[in-house]
């Protein structure tokens, strides 16, 4: 079992930054690869980014190309969203999720464990 916690949310004016945490406990984090995800209200859940069990691959989906970067420190069983340039569009909940992969999936219906999300609201 992996609980997961996502904090960092919080309300931020377009084209400011803001770095999401979601940190684990249980069964070593390191065994899980790890995937962002949000939900805006009346739309399904979309996939942000996901990261390998080792750090080492990632994968953006092409909304938050170039903007969002997701990293991991295994050591302290955390990992990271920076969001940087931030737009209205990226108001949302957003929710880590953990699966024994290798690499994760851009599907949620691979992720065995989620956190409880954290809101990211993005003013004009």
């Known amino acids: 079992q992996v609980q997961l916690v996502e904090s960092g949310g919080r309300v931020v004016q377009t084209g400011g930054s803001l770095r999401l945490s979601c940190a684990a406990s249980g069964r070593t984090f390191g065994s899980y690869a790890v995937g962002w995800f949000r939900q805006a209200p009346g739309k399904e859940r979309e996939f942000i980014a996901r990261i390998s069990r080792s750090g080492g691959t990632t994968y953006y989906a092409d909304s938050v190309k170039g903007r969002f970067t997701i990293s991991r420190d295994n050591a302290k069983n955390t990992v990271y969203l920076q969001m940087n340039s931030l737009k209205l569009e990226d108001t949302a909940v957003y929710y880590c999720?953990?699966?024994?992969?290798?690499?994760?999936?851009?599907?949620?219906?691979?992720?065995?464990?989620w956190g409880q999300g954290t809101q990211v609201t993005v003013s004009a």
């Open positions: 999720a953990a699966t024994p992969g290798v690499y994760g999936s851009s599907r949620p219906q691979q992720y065995d464990y």
